[in-house]
């Protein structure tokens, strides 16, 4: 290769790297320039910058037109410095997103007249579809479907084309779909796409969307959309039967948890017990008590609250159990009236101790965050709080099994079910089993309103919501049976929230409480009735 070719080569590449230095200050300005607009208090100045900051593509243009947009935006038009002020009280460099001290309290909030807000706000949703966190890009386009404004599209493609994530993809679609459904000028063959994307979403907005179509739409294209509305309702309806049997399953858990010391106590003993749901409100109490003195002295367990209250809230309602079985209920055996009235009398009393104590209005019981919160699957929603209490209901369970099955004191408390006089010659003390079983039941109690303080409000009347669905779970399933309280729980929580659609609430529960005097009376003793020979006796 000649000298003069080697010296023209090295020449082009010197000024194509002189040219591309001399505009790098241009382009690193651009952006900055076009904030320098909004100090000119002039509306038509306003809206080229946000314009010009919309189609950047620089990470600071969604903070520097959402603060305009809550007029957060100031600027100096001396110094022709625009300033972003922070909730938290700093101030922004609006073209450079540096913290800066300048005083910013004498200046003035950028304009905005209805035009320019409209301006504004179509900007902020069309950055939003471009934004790093997934969940904003996702709600920005449920909005654009719900609105599905014409001017909205070329965001929407642009941000369609983009997208890497499967779910937010789907959204943009559904946005995309909505928009060109509604366009005039769109063809017959993209509305029926777009039709097919909106059914797809399948949800109730998708099923609203297709029935606002005019009646001018062309002939195929309202077919089609009746068609998608038929099969959305369909599939509504699985999700709607799918969501009611988790609210029953739901449901059945908290039952389970208030009955299943019931079933103990009632089973072992046979004693009418009407102060159990004072035992759930003190477990509730509890919990509140432990999450008090969290919140003043450490507030950094607030977390393991629940995990701190539920041995407490046993122990705590387990000893004021064995203190009621030794000093009361232990002279009334034999007496079924008479220790009905003696634990309704007790349970006032301890109605009237936590209102002297607490107060009779609500205290507040806080969701740990790991218990905050809901997840979807399909259309189903599934709250945190409530799959929680279900996984804790069904350990609470199989501890309880497993307790009865391989202790000492689960042997002796069946033995004293089947037979209590045969027990007793056989050296069991049963007066012990008595007071150590009524304290397990009141103890499950206790951790049953640790669960409940999360969905419920922790009032002295707490337990009162419960008492008499716990009898019927019980006496359902068959009194003493673990098994036929968990399967009369389930049942008739099911049963209770795919009636309630269609009674109502107050003749729902009426309904099953005649269905069980009913199944009753074809069967005394439920579904899973003990065997022994004191019990068939």
């Known amino acids: 290769m000649s000298v003069h070719r080697i010296s023209c080569l090295l020449a082009l590449l010197f000024a194509t790297v002189l040219s591309f230095a001399t505009t790098l200050p241009s382009r690193a300005g651009t952006f900055e320039d076009a904030v320098a607009l909004f100090a000119n208090d002039s509306f038509s100045d306003t809206e080229d910058a946000v314009n010009a900051l919309a189609g950047s593509g620089n990470p600071l243009a969604y903070p520097v037109i959402s603060a305009l947009q809550d007029d957060r935006l100031v600027a100096d038009p001396a110094t022709k410095k625009v300033y972003v002020k922070q909730a938290d009280g700093t101030v922004l460099d609006a073209g450079t997103g540096a913290v800066v001290t300048t005083d910013v309290s004498g200046l003035d909030a950028v304009r905005l007249n209805n035009r320019l807000r409209r301006t504004v706000a179509a900007a902020v949703s069309s950055l939003t579809l471009l934004s790093p966190d997934l969940a904003k890009r996702t709600a920005a386009a449920q909005s654009v479907f719900k609105t599905h404004d014409a ?278 003390a049963t007066s012990r089993v008595d007071a150590l079983t009524f304290g397990l039941g009141s103890g499950i109690a206790g951790i049953a309103g640790v669960a409940l303080s999360q969905i419920d409000n922790v009032s002295p009347n707490l337990g009162q919501s419960y008492i008499i669905d716990s009898f019927m779970v019980v006496v359902f399933g068959g009194v003493g049976n673990l098994w036929g309280t968990l399967v009369g729980a389930l049942t008739l929580g099911i049963a209770n929230k795919f009636l309630e659609p269609v009674a109502g609430a107050v003749l729902g529960k009426i309904a099953i409480l005649v269905l069980i005097i009913l199944f009753i009376q074809k069967r005394p003793r439920g579904l899973f009735a003990l065997r022994g020979r004191s019990v068939e006796a």
């Open 151 to 428: 001017g909205d599209l070329p965001a929407i493609e642009n941000a369609l084309q983009k997208e890497t994530n499967p779910t937010a993809k789907q959204a943009f679609a559904a946005a995309r779909a909505a928009i060109l459904l509604f366009q005039p000028d769109a063809s017959e063959a993209s509305k029926l796409e777009a039709i097919a994307a909106i059914k797809a979403r399948g949800d109730q907005e998708a099923l609203a969307l297709l029935s606002e179509l005019p009646p001018d739409t062309p002939p195929n294209v309202l077919h089609a959309a009746q068609g998608a509305i038929g099969a959305i309702q369909s599939r509504l309806a699985v999700w709607s039967a799918a969501q009611n049997a988790w609210y029953g399953v739901s449901l059945g858990s908290v039952l389970l948890l208030a009955a299943i010391g019931l079933a103990i106590t009632f089973g072992v003993m046979g004693v009418i017990n009407m102060a159990h749901g004072e035992m759930v409100m003190l477990g509730a109490y509890v919990t509140f008590v432990v999450q008090e003195l969290i919140r003043t002295r450490y507030p950094a367990l607030f977390d393991y609250s629940l995990l701190i209250a539920v041995p407490l809230a046993f122990a705590v309602a387990g000893l004021i159990g064995i203190l009621i079985e030794r000093s009361i209920i232990r002279f009334l055996y034999g007496r079924p009236l008479e220790t009905l009235l003696a634990t309704w009398g007790i349970s006032l009393v301890l109605q009237q101790a936590v209102r002297t104590m607490f107060g009779p209005t609500n205290r507040e019981v806080g969701n740990p965050s790991w218990m905050s919160g809901a997840f979807e699957i399909g259309q189903l929603t599934i709250t945190y709080n409530r799959l929680w209490i279900v996984c804790f209901t069904l350990a609470v369970f199989v501890i309880l099994l497993a307790m009865l099955r391989y202790t000492s004191l689960g042997l002796e408390m069946r033995a004293v079910t089947q037979n209590r006089r045969m027990a007793a010659a056989m050296g069991i």
